[in-house]
């Protein structure tokens, strides 16, 4: 019997992050380990390893409770001063004022906490991600165990299909590949050997290595685990993850400045009241109160609401163009983006492989037609052109022969499968070869219907160092071997080739490679087909293909882009944002991808900066570098974290797009993350702040374009609403000044600011976008939310308001009515001027005439609402009774209403003068 080695007494493991397991033979990876390859670790030695490292299970931190989230939203500034000034109402007994405040404090929380109520899930969804069963070697056998039980020094042995459970250095196996897109951003399969690598070999170019969370797509084999749970490379970017904070959105910095702003506004102004009231000789008690009616009046209570509700309704319009916001200040963010960073593989292309060009029997044929549906066409090209014969003839396969022969090759000499599933196009097993059979069924030939015409009587699989994969089939009763590989390695092996007629001619080795070049120079991975007739009945082997291949053609592959991005690039141009591609594929086909879709002007003179170029980077290069660049590629997840660093560096409001597990660092980072809904991994939805349902980087222009109408209808509801707290703090302080009653109580202006902006001011938010509105430059960063022309004019209407009501309650004080009439009618000033003020902001910049009346119903909606209101709290007893209130005459709503046209007609006049 076998005995393993005594682990119990060796110096502890080598931990996975302080090695470079890559750079390791096969014989030291298992010596740090202290593991026999052909015994495993023993139960005991894996349990003591287990309690040391954990289970292997990508740790989520705990969020915060529902309490301290609830809570949270009372901590902004202008609410600290509302749940201020309900205690000093509450302390002076004035308990119907102090309730109503701390009405509006609660209300306003409550929305808040709904907001946040779906707690990030980045870190959970990591864990799932990597969740699986495995075959294990311990003590001498091989078992099936839940993958979370694993440990590093753990030997697993793996077969086509399936999922990698943990980091492994692989020991041995055969023909291996992987797909690593959703850790690497390369949509090929990765075909797997077993040598030590340089140190420095980037992490998509580590072939001796397999990653968690990716997947085994052909071949078998085992491999050491180095690394569980958080040591991972998943866990890495989980760790990155977490380390990205929460960004404000471009509206949220400025609101939370202006919040900051106001509060000492406010707050001096209070205190200004306060003291000159009393130095005038007015009592403590009635100042106080002064000062909580001006600090009530001052602060916007309804902005927080009416912005969330904003944003929401902004959210409801985006899920109907396929844009689904998860983080509600996304929204407002869209519509500020200066650059889209976009990742590759799933984003800008189909992530499918797909042939789009075949050379065979001296010609070359282009493939239309998008991922994996077998809907497209076959065209024969100009020679040395780069077009299709234009009017494209109706082509017919069975007229070229070579071709014919190409597709045949490409699909028998073939493992994987096509399949229709819940409405699309699916494959099992390798995406190259998957293409081979799209390309086959575009061209008339189902490999379903080949298979059973010709059936496999041998095969040499796909082997790294060989490079080739060859079946045997018969073919009108005789032996015919088909060979797919790569070019290098088939091409010696050929000593003719077919023509397009049919018949074998001296092969043309200086237009083969020539044709290959182009190619590969357009981004397309090269596959090379031939096949040989066997003279006798011997089986297929190594030797039968090393000579005499009858060459057919060559297959020029890629994963291409999508339909739709290249308008889309081009809208975003033309809108003013920098669209960058970054990602973990190869730099030639980064460039001829962003060439295709419109990224770049000159492709083959585009600038591309790699993960290795970066690395050699500091801060202040790579600022500079993200800003003059546009394509990145073989970038690792950190790296792409820092380029959406370095851009927000140079104050860019940055968006990041993507779908793989590489992506969710950045996605997080960036100012709005932008996840792929179908193809994207649950890793990225969750770090991301929006969605695409049909993962179209289309989408994202329709996203950007009502995000800035969004914007729009913000900026008007704030030009609105601030007026009316400006008007009634500018009220209070001229009574003070004036040493007369206040005009209005703290609880009617409470009234006036609530239902006017749910009422008045949430019908803005419905506004349609203004036309023209993608064909401006994104506004700047650092711009204010309001420009002076509109300071001025809150300044302006701030002043007409407190002309009008002050002027009008002093009116009717020296008429000898009432105290509450009085108020009544002050109250009333201030409603009217905001009704007609709220057609005025219907466009900021054009007259009220220039808008269409009726193009936004809820304006009319909410203006017969708030004056059926205004009746009630007028007439109805029970409200003047709650609200100091009084019935007024006929005479007093003539002078309301005259009042509030004449200011309507002098901010029209402003308006034009500034046009």
């Known amino acids: 019997m076998h005995n393993p080695p005594m682990t119990t007494q060796a110096s502890p493991p080598a931990e996975a992050g302080n090695t470079a397991w890559h750079a390791l033979s096969v014989k030291d990876a298992l010596a740090c380990h202290q593991v026999d390859p052909k015994h495993g670790l023993t139960e005991d030695e894996a349990a003591a390893r287990l309690a040391h490292h954990g289970p292997n299970r990508v740790q989520a931190p705990a969020g915060r409770s529902a309490l301290k989230r609830f809570l949270s939203q009372m901590t902004e500034p202008l609410v600290l001063v509302l749940i201020g000034a309900g205690i000093v109402t509450a302390g002076l007994g004035e308990w119907i004022d102090s309730s109503v405040i701390f009405g509006v404090v609660i209300v306003n929380a409550m929305i808040g906490y709904l907001q946040e109520g779906k707690a990030e899930e980045a870190l959970a969804a990591l864990a799932r991600a990597v969740a699986t069963d495995v075959t294990v070697l311990r003590s001498g056998r091989r078992r099936r165990m839940d993958a979370v039980h694993l440990v590093p020094g753990d030997v697993v042995w793996l077969s086509a299909g399936d999922k990698i459970p943990a980091d492994l250095r692989l020991l041995s196996g055969k023909q291996m590949r992987t797909i690593e897109a959703a850790l690497t951003g390369e949509a090929a399969p990765i075909e797997k050997h077993f040598e030590p690598l340089p140190t420095d070999t980037l992490l998509a170019d580590r072939h001796n290595m397999a990653y968690a969370g990716t997947n085994l797509v052909a071949g078998q084999g085992h491999g050491l685990v180095i690394g569980t749970a958080d040591a991972t490379e998943t866990g890495r970017i989980s760790g990155l993850i977490a380390s990205a904070p929460e960004i404000a959105t471009p509206l949220t910095k400025k609101m939370g400045e202006f919040a900051g702003l106001l509060l000492w506004v406010i707050l001096g102004l209070a205190a200004l009241t306060f003291g000159i009231g009393v130095w005038r000789g007015e009592t403590m008690v009635d100042m106080l109160m002064a000062a909580v009616a001006l600090a009530v009046g001052a602060i916007p209570e309804g902005l927080p609401a009416a912005m969330s509700i904003t944003l929401a309704i902004g959210v409801s319009r985006m899920a109907k163009r396929r844009a689904i916001i998860r983080h509600l200040p996304a929204v407002e963010a869209l519509g500020s983006t200066t650059i889209i960073c976009s990742d590759k593989t799933g984003t800008l292309t189909e992530n499918a492989m797909t042939v789009t060009e075949l050379w065979c029997g001296g010609e070359c044929f282009s493939a239309s037609g998008q991922a994996y549906k077998p809907e497209g066409e076959l065209q024969r090209r100009l020679k040395d052109a780069n077009v299709a014969v234009s009017p494209a003839p109706t082509f017919d396969v069975q007229s070229c022969a070579a071709l014919r022969e190409t597709l045949l090759a490409g699909a028998l000499c073939n493992d994987a499968a096509l399949h229709h599933e819940n409405r699309q196009w ?264 929006m969605v695409l349902t049909d993962d179209n980087f289309a989408t994202i222009e329709a996203a950007v374009e009502e995000g800035r109408g969004i914007y729009d209808n913000l900026v008007k509801f704030i030009t609105w609403t601030l007026p009316t707290n400006f008007g009634e703090g500018l009220v209070i302080l001229a009574a003070v000044v004036a040493g007369v009653t206040l005009p209005i109580t703290p609880l009617q202006i409470l009234w006036i600011n609530m239902t006017t902006a749910v009422l ?156």
């Not at 032996?479 to 077919?498: N, T």
């Not at 200011?903 to 034009?912: D, G, Q, S």
């Open 426 to 689: 699916q494959i099992t097993g390798d995406p190259t070869e998957a293409a081979l059979l799209v390309v086959a069924r575009k061209g008339g030939l189902d490999e379903t219907t080949l298979r059973t015409v010709f059936p496999r009587e041998d095969e040499l699989p796909f082997d790294s160092a060989r490079q080739t994969m060859a079946t045997l089939h018969r073919v009108e009763g005789l032996p015919l071997v088909y060979v797919k590989g790569a070019i290098e390695k088939l091409l010696p092996s050929c000593h003719s080739m077919l023509a397009a007629d049919g018949n074998e001619v001296p092969l043309d080795m200086p237009g083969i490679e020539a044709a290959a070049a182009q190619m590969a120079t357009s981004g397309l991975r090269v596959l090379a087909l031939a096949r040989k007739p066997l003279p006798d009945e011997r089986g297929l082997n190594e030797t039968t293909i090393n000579s005499d291949l009858v060459f057919l053609g060559l297959a020029g592959m890629i994963d291409p882009p999508r339909a739709r991005a290249i308008s889309a690039v081009r809208t975003c141009h033309a809108a003013g944002i920098r669209v960058k591609m970054i990602t973990g594929d190869h730099a030639e086909t980064a460039r001829a991808i962003a060439a295709q879709i419109g990224i770049v002007k000159n492709g083959d003179a585009a600038q591309v900066l790699t993960g290795r170029d970066l690395a050699l980077l500091d801060d202040t290069a790579l600022q500079t570098a993200a800003c003059n660049v546009d394509i990145f590629a073989r970038v690792e997840p950190e790296q792409k974290l820092r380029l959406v660093r370095a851009l927000q560096a140079r104050h860019e409001v940055v968006a990041m797009t993507g779908d793989g597990v590489n992506d969710a660092p950045a996605l997080k980072q960036a100012d709005i993350g932008i996840a792929m809904g179908l193809g994207g991994t649950d890793v990225a939805k969750e770090a991301a702040a």
């Open 760 to 915: 008045l001011g949430l019908p803005l938010a419905f506004e349609p976008a203004e036309r023209g509105i993608m064909h401006r430059p994104p506004r700047p960063p650092r711009a204010p939310v309001l420009d002076a022309v509109l300071v001025e004019r809150i300044v302006l209407v701030g002043i007409l308001m407190l002309a009008g009501s002050f002027g009008m309650f002093l009116l009717a004080l020296d008429r000898g009515q009432a105290m509450p009439e009085a108020r009544t009618i002050a109250m009333n000033v201030f409603v009217a001027i905001e009704t007609v003020y709220l057609f005025n902001c219907r466009s900021l910049r054009l007259p009220i005439t220039a808008v269409a009346a009726f193009s936004n119903n809820w304006v009319w909606v909410g203006v017969g609402l708030q004056w059926l209101l205004q009746m009630a709290i007028t007439y109805w007893t029970p409200l003047n009774t709650a609200f100091g209130t009084s019935p007024i005459d006929a005479r007093a709503w003539g002078e309301i209403i005259a009042i509030a046209l004449v200011a309507m007609l002098i901010i029209e006049l402003e308006k034009r003068w500034r046009a």
